[in-house]
């Protein structure tokens, strides 16, 4: 009776670990820096904001809105791809608005793939890439997303070496974990190797736009054919500062999408549709909101990892993404990512995600939010300064400000 395979099949969950250590930590009354979680602390624009007030007031606000979307979100993300792309779409077979990207992968995983089913997703990777797919009874072959490997010669060795062959392959760049970016010649030998073995193509675009000294992060749909046999999703969630608005949306081959749809029939009635007129408004407003919010995240990356290096502890800047993929230090590195961020925690009051959480092959990394402010983001740096140098923080007292309730 208490038994439940579809749970047996997951592991334990190393993020709540690091939550619940976090939790202890501040119960001891200090100050914890939280870079674990991609939870954006800004407000998303206002005008967005202003849009999901007014549509509050609409007579049928409140009433059910269509699994896939209202017409009207529909027809802007078509309009924003064309714009942002060129890409042409049919927003009434070739869009589907989800509740946030993670929904629409984990749905996705559900109507398409089954026991028997092979899926080829990146390691590291994050996490619904691999466990949306084995929720859904899928066989998960992991290629290796490594800076010292090819991606592309990888994953062809691993095709070959499937059997049964791969129904489908999950990626996503600008990458989460790794901040790895492509271009869209990238995109084009994807394309022309999942056609060669008929290999469905799921393209996470989280990260679209937050890229960095004029790196652009291109879409697979720009490649000519991909919508023969690519999705790709997207979410307002880091671009609009709108996270538990929880909005994106999926586009590109009908059938796939088809079959999206129909499982949120059965499942979901969509975001309340008052979120989909802000997301409106944000697809349709101005862009220098979004560049705010890049150039944000840009000095914070900046100043996060000048501070780390200066420590001792070396680090590339990313091109992308609101995160910094960090190699554990040389003398911490025999511990394991898990055991190296809870010992960040417990020694330097400082959260981040153990690179375990993200796939075997990202043991030797964490990942490091950018989702604190910059004055707040040196006074973390101080405490990982000591920390090189062997001192402990672990009995600092809290120095974040008091809060005072609104």
């Known amino acids: 009776m208490n038994s439940f395979p579809r749970m047996n099949r997951l592991p334990p969950y190393v993020f709540s670990v690091m939550e619940q250590l976090k939790q202890q930590k501040m119960a001891t009354g200090a100050d914890v820096f939280d870079f674990g979680i991609g939870n954006p602390d800004q407000p998303a624009p206002a005008h967005i904001i202003d849009a ?9 606000a409140h009433r059910y809105a269509p699994s896939k979307g209202i017409p009207e979100l529909r027809r802007s993300i078509a309009n924003w791809y064309g714009r942002r792309f060129n890409v042409d779409l049919d927003p009434e077979t070739e869009t589907v608005a989800t509740i946030g990207s993670k929904e629409g992968l984990a749905h996705l995983a559900l109507a398409t793939v089954d026991t028997g089913d092979t ?4 390691n590291p990777c994050y996490p619904v890439h691999h466990y949306g797919f084995t929720i859904a009874n899928a066989d998960v072959r992991f290629v290796p997303l490594l800076p010292e490997t090819d991606f592309i010669e990888t994953l062809e060795s691993t095709i070959k070496a499937c059997r049964p062959k ?3 392959l999950i990626i996503n760049f600008p990458a989460n974990p790794t901040t790895a970016c492509v271009d869209l010649d990238f995109f084009a030998k994807i394309i022309e190797i999942a056609k060669a073995h008929q ?8 990260y679209a736009d937050l890229v960095y000294e004029g790196y652009e992060a291109p879409s697979i749909l720009q490649v000519p054919g991909a919508k023969d046999i690519a999705v790709e999703a997207y979410t307002l969630s880091k671009s609009y500062n709108m996270a538990g608005w929880r909005v994106g949306f999926m586009c590109g ?10 499982i949120k029939s059965y499942i979901d009635y969509g975001s309340f549709a008052p979120i989909q007129h802000a ?6 407003g101005p862009i220098e909101h979004v560049t705010a919010i890049r150039d944000c995240y840009q000095k914070r990356r900046d100043v996060m990892c000048a501070g780390l290096n200066a ?15 960090a190699k554990i230090p040389e003398p911490y590195r025999h511990l394991g990512s898990l055991d190296f961020a809870k010992k960040l925690v417990n020694e330097a009051n400082v959260v981040v995600s153990p690179g375990i959480g993200f796939g075997e092959y990202g043991n030797e990394y964490v990942r490091i939010g950018l989702v604190e402010e910059e ?3 040196q006074m973390a740096l101080q405490h990982l300064t000591r920390f090189m140098q062997g001192k402990s923080d672990s009995s600092s007292p809290s120095t974040r400000p008091m809060e005072v309730p609104l």
């Open 375 to 377: 004055a707040r983001m």
């Open 311 to 325: 420590a001792g502890w070396p680090v590339e800047p990313p091109k992308a993404t609101m995160f910094v993929w």
């Open 166 to 168: 791969p129904k489908m």
């Open 253 to 262: 081959n009908a059938t796939l999408l088809q079959a999206l749809a129909r």
């Open 279 to 284: 997301a409106i408004a944000a697809l349709e």
């Open 199 to 206: 290999i469905w193509v799921v393209h996470d675009l989280a």
């Open 119 to 122: 899926v080829l997703v990146p």
């Open 52 to 60: 999901l007030q007014a549509a509050l007031r609409y007579p049928n």
